[in-house]
């Protein structure tokens, strides 16, 4: 057998991206309990209804606070997975760095915990819930010039039987390990026919090779960038909300700052010193003190505020900068595990 190997490269990149974090996969599924009706469903002619008057669409079988449970959840554990982790190559799946794996998992596990006991409980009401809807339906099927027998025909088959209600609903949660093969191993050959067929196999590995390379090169960058552009915005807002306050700077705004510093500590995988470096100089020089004392001591607000500036514009030259440097360390980490393997 004969083998294309993996760029050398590529596979630091890959190595380093392995060590530092997993990606995770997060489905919430529930019955949305909405129904598209058609101008058959109100006994009209589809040929005499215009789109451009008449749009029947999808319309609501139970009343939205039903199922608002499910959407607060989903749209919880949406927002959690997407502040603790990174979109991976085009999202076929979102990086989560090493330190926050375990808050993410905890976290998501108590939405999860939740999900099933208000899926319990919707389980439980959904009899008469889909009585009393089916009454409202009635009673606004016979308001109706149309056909209300059909209307209420076409409602009535639009609701899940209460057995199979359960199987609308879960909260799914995947972890994976990002993984490439070292090889394509290719078979011992015969023939011009197979070796053409060889062929075709290694060029197409090659250019697996050239697009991972690029593929990952362009997720280290992103997360680099994005993490220096959301300190600027963070400095831009905090500037914006001291100057539109009358008394100062209040604690839970030198709060959030060191509870960015924390988190931009745990989702900085691929290494940003610089920027790292600048921002716990920013809570050593300024966040040591209280909002208080900030009030209260002659020229400490100018002192916050110049920070801040700097704070900023070193962040938004640092996001319109290349982020080389950084991509280049952190492909040293996946070659020192290299190395020493070998």
Known sequence: MSSVPTHPQNQRLLDAVCRRGVLISTSV???????????EDLGLDSSQVSDRLIQLGHKRLIPRDALAPFALIESRAHALVEGSSFPFLGGIGRFV?????????????KLREEFREATLDFVAGYGPLRESAMAEWRQAA?????????LIATIEQSFPPAGDITKRFGFETRLFQIAAPDSIRLEVV??????EIAEDRRRIADDASR?????LDGFIRECVSSLREETARLATEVLATIDGSENGVHQRTLNRLSTFIDSFRSLNFAGDQQLEQTLERF???????????YRNQPGAMATLTEGLNRLR????????ADARDVL?????????????AS
Not at 142 to 150: I, P
Not at 328 to 340: C, E, I, T, V, Y
């Open 29 to 39: 599924r529930y019955w949305r309990g909405c129904k598209r009706l058609n101008p």
């Open 283 to 293: 809570r050593r020089d300024l966040l040591s003190r209280s909002a208080e004392d």
């Open 211 to 215: 697009r991972m390379q690029a593929d």
């Open 97 to 109: 760095p090493n330190p926050r794996l375990a808050d993410l998992t905890d976290r998501i596990e």
């Open 328 to 340: 280049l360390r952190f492909g040293q980490m996946g070659g020192r595990k290299l190395s020493a």
């Open 190 to 195: 015969e023939g011009i026919e197979q070796l």
């Open 142 to 150: 016979h308001q109706m010039n149309g056909s209300a027998e059909r």
């Open 313 to 320: 514009e070193n962040a938004v030259q640092l996001a319109r």
